[in-house]
């Protein structure tokens, strides 16, 4: 059975810094192509940055600078360092999974609010 498992939201002050988490199981997760996305209300679900399973990377231009994401194949999980955050970063995020081999998998999500 796989799951994704994100932790490390919760309300924080602008300009303020979090750090999420997403921990994989059932997946072999250093194939796997591993990205955060966002979702606020009324809107549509964005990718906020990705990792391949051979260290490459990409941002939104919006995060560009204040977020970074990393992985670490030995404890299955991807970490999205979020600095310097904004009103308008909060959103639900989520963690995803792709690989071949898996196909897509989803987290469950994680909420991030910051207060202005």
């Known amino acids: 059975q796989v799951q994704l498992v994100e932790s490390g939201g919760g309300l924080v002050q602008a300009g303020g810094s979090l750090r999420l988490s997403c921990v994989a199981s059932?997946?072999?997760?250093?194939?796997?192509?591993m990205g955060w996305y966002r979702q606020a209300p009324g809107k549509e679900r964005e990718l906020v940055a990705g990792?391949?399973?051979?260290?490459?990377?990409n941002y939104a231009e919006s995060v560009k600078g204040r977020f970074t994401i990393s992985r670490d194949n030995a404890k299955k999980t991807v970490y999205l360092q979020m600095n310097s955050l904004k009103p308008e970063d909060t959103a639900v995020y989520y963690c995803r999974a792709d690989s071949a081999l898996h196909g897509r998998y989803w987290g469950q999500g994680t909420q991030v609010t910051v207060s202005s």
């Open positions: 990792i391949t399973s051979d260290g490459r990377l």
């Open positions: 059932g997946i072999i997760f250093s194939i796997s192509s």
